[in-house]
């Protein structure tokens, strides 16, 4: 498969678990995680879903996986892993005693995953940098597809949920991009921050409320 071609030099142990099988509530977390995946299979239109690195570091990483590995094929939908992040995986893996483990038991999973259809690895123009690529990739994306990215990194997601607003007026954009992220507790909840802006307008004593289309770009722009 396309995992091994490329990182072979990963030496995977059997018997890893994927999930904290010890967690009383694990039964419970699931459940909610394969629901709001549910949600999200049928609510968006022909949807592309992408995992960054971050989540799949995140304690709570490969639980999302197994909810996907249950939620997806009766969706016949697939997850979307670059190459940059199983570079990345394998990179943490090396330098960081502490995440060698989970590095090798999320690039293990990836690879079943592949195996049994319910992930895709695929190429970016930047192997070795997750979030360039990603970027450039959903260029294309969102014309045709609602994009999903589950990432922790808040300022990349600023990123991606900018980007429809910032190709608008170049390309036809059709699409939207929503973010999610994995909380403390297990829980996959939505990135909203640059949909809504808040701010307190002191000559008024009151709040206005700022949607994304009325700031599109300075967060896109900060960053690139």
């Given at each position: 498969m396309f995992r091994d071609k490329f990182f072979s030099s990963i030496?995977?142990?059997?018997?890893?678990?994927?999930?904290?099988?010890?967690?009383?509530?694990?039964?419970?977390?699931?459940?909610?995680?394969?629901?709001?995946?549910?949600?999200?299979?049928?609510e968006e239109t022909n949807p592309r879903m992408y995992i960054d690195t971050c989540v799949l570091l995140h304690q709570y990483g490969s639980d999302l996986l197994d909810a996907i590995e249950k939620v997806f094929p009766a969706y016949h939908l697939e997850l979307f892993v670059?190459?940059?992040?199983?570079?990345?995986?394998?990179?943490?893996?090396?330098?960081?005693?502490?995440?060698?483990?989970?590095?090798?038991?999320?690039?293990?999973?990836?690879?079943?995953l592949e195996q049994n259809g319910t992930v895709r690895i695929v190429l970016t123009n930047s192997p070795k940098f997750t979030d360039a690529g990603l970027l450039s990739r959903f260029v294309t994306e969102c014309q045709f597809h609602d994009v999903i990215l589950l990432t922790q990194d808040r300022e990349f997601a600023k990123k991606a949920q900018q980007l429809p607003s910032f190709l608008d007026g170049f390309v036809n954009v059709t699409h939207q991009i929503k973010t999610y992220k994995l909380t403390a507790q297990g829980s996959l909840i939505e990135n909203d921050e640059c949909h809504i802006i808040e701010r307190k307008v002191i000559s008024h004593g009151k709040h206005e409320i700022y949607s994304r289309e009325q700031h599109p770009y300075p967060c896109f722009y900060s960053h690139v």
């Open positions: 030496i995977f142990t059997a018997g890893h678990g994927f999930g904290k099988k010890n967690a009383p509530d694990l039964e419970d977390q699931q459940t909610k995680l394969t629901e709001v995946l549910r949600r999200l299979c049928t670059p190459t940059s992040v199983l570079y990345e995986l394998e990179n943490v893996g090396n330098k960081d005693v502490t995440q060698r483990e989970q590095s090798r038991e999320m690039l293990e999973k990836i690879t079943a």
